[in-house]
């Protein structure tokens, strides 16, 4: 029963009519719903996606499609903005990027797409001669550090001449490499060439060099006074004239930017020796004439024979006197007051102060040479014997040097010693 009443529903030309009718009306409705929707276009990392939709803003599309926008991101189109036909929605997401400058890190958020496009959004200015860790062209990746050193200038006094160069940092030996300065063995540089660089470094370079100074000095000949018995007491006669010696003094030479130091006596050379000068010193004496008494009386004769006594004995009392001018000759040393063995004051055996006083003093053997005499000692010249000394005994003198060296590089020689007075 049940089964015919629905075959007859079926077969039943209004039934299908309505039916027709009612899947029309679908198709209608359907299609009028899909031809209603906005086309509209999406685009997220370079890609492209284009919708359908009845959304009535910004907001409503992204939603649709499960896109999340963040704080920092970059949206072409306000969220509220109302959708509308053939519209492009266009959405960067913004990365993380981590700068320091000089030590201080800052956090940023960008859609910038390469490092110099981030720099120039952020206005962070960078001079030439600023050091950037990345190239300009880099492209930016989510978390990207990126490291600036900022350029500071450091005065460089080279040996007097200065200037400025600029750096980002490092070590004085690394800036000097840098800008092609170099140093000697002996030159030095301030700070030194560890230290770090800063904006308050002054770089101080001190040119040390050691040149050898060879100076010709002339050495003075000597005066040699001899006895000539040929030759009256009391004129002198020059025997051979004296020619001055020439001595090589080599000094080392210590110079700092060019000005001397210091200077050190290392070496003296003899280049010629000098020829002493010497005169004759005449010591002859002239006889008086014997007179002749003639014998007038006994007395007279007497008379006479007193006075040819007196006469006589005149005549030997002034040949048999001392003469000055005695020449001997010595073993010389030298020596300075202070000399190891000394006590440092400066004082002679007779007192005298020989800091004060250091040249024309000598020491002696006083049984040879009395103390206080004035004598004159070959290649030394005049001096006073107000010294002795332990060794200085017999045909020995010492002769005191102004300097050590002086003493020291004496040595021992043969002399002649003339006694003044």
């Known amino acids: 029963m049940k089964r015919l009443k629905l075959s007859h529903i079926l077969n039943n030309k209004d039934f299908i009519y309505a039916l027709s009718l009612f899947v029309f009306i679908g198709f209608i409705c359907t299609s009028f719903y899909e031809l209603s929707k906005t086309e509209v276009t999406v685009v997220q990392a370079g890609e492209e996606t284009t919708v359908h939709t009845h959304a009535n803003t910004v907001e409503d599309v992204l939603n649709e499609l499960a896109i999340g926008v963040e704080e920092h991101d970059e949206l072409s189109h306000e969220l509220d903005d109302l959708v509308n036909r053939e519209m492009k929605i266009e959405h960067t997401i913004a990365k993380q990027v981590v700068v320091n400058i000089d030590g201080n890190q800052q956090t940023y958020y960008t859609t910038s797409e390469t490092v110099e496009e981030f720099l120039t959004e952020q206005d962070i200015e960078l001079t030439e001669n600023d050091q950037l860790s990345l190239a300009a062209n880099t492209d930016i990746d ?30 004085v030996e690394e800036l000097l490499v840098e800008h092609d300065i170099e140093l000697e063995k002996l030159d030095r540089v301030e700070p030194e060439q560890t230290a770090s660089l800063s904006k308050s470094t002054d770089i101080d370079i001190t040119r040390v060099e050691k040149v050898t100074d060879v100076v010709e000095e002339e050495q003075e000949f000597s005066l040699v006074k001899r006895s000539d018995s040929s030759l009256e007491k009391g004129k002198e006669e020059i025997v051979s004239e004296g020619e001055p010696g020439v001595i090589e003094k080599h000094y080392e030479v210590v110079l700092e930017n060019g000005e001397e130091v210091s200077r050190e006596l290392v070496k003296e050379e003899v280049e010629k020796e000098s020829k002493e000068k010497v005169v004759a010193v005449g010591t002859k004496v002239n006889q008086p004439k014997e007179t002749t008494t003639t014998t007038v009386s006994a007395n007279t004769s007497s008379s006479s024979s007193n006075t040819k006594t007196e006469t006589e004995t005149e005549t030997v009392s002034r040949s048999g006197s001392e003469e000055k001018g005695e020449t001997i000759h010595m073993k010389a040393t030298a020596y300075n007051w202070d000399c190891a063995t000394c006590d440092g004051r400066g004082m002679t055996s007779t007192g005298y102060d020989l800091k004060e006083n250091p040249n024309g003093v000598v020491a002696v053997d006083p049984s040879v040479i009395p103390l206080g005499t004035k004598v004159w000692v070959e290649g030394y010249g005049y001096a006073i014997a107000r010294d002795t000394g332990g060794n200085i005994n017999g045909n020995k003198i ?24």
């Open 398 to 421: 010492d002769l005191h040097m102004p300097t050590k060296d002086q003493a020291a590089s004496y040595g021992m020689k043969t002399v002649e010693v003339r006694i003044v007075e």
């Open 142 to 171: 989510d978390n990207l550090e990126i490291d600036i050193d900022k350029a500071f200038q450091v005065t460089i006094n080279d040996a007097g001449e200065e200037q400025q160069v600029w750096t980002t940092g490092g070590s």
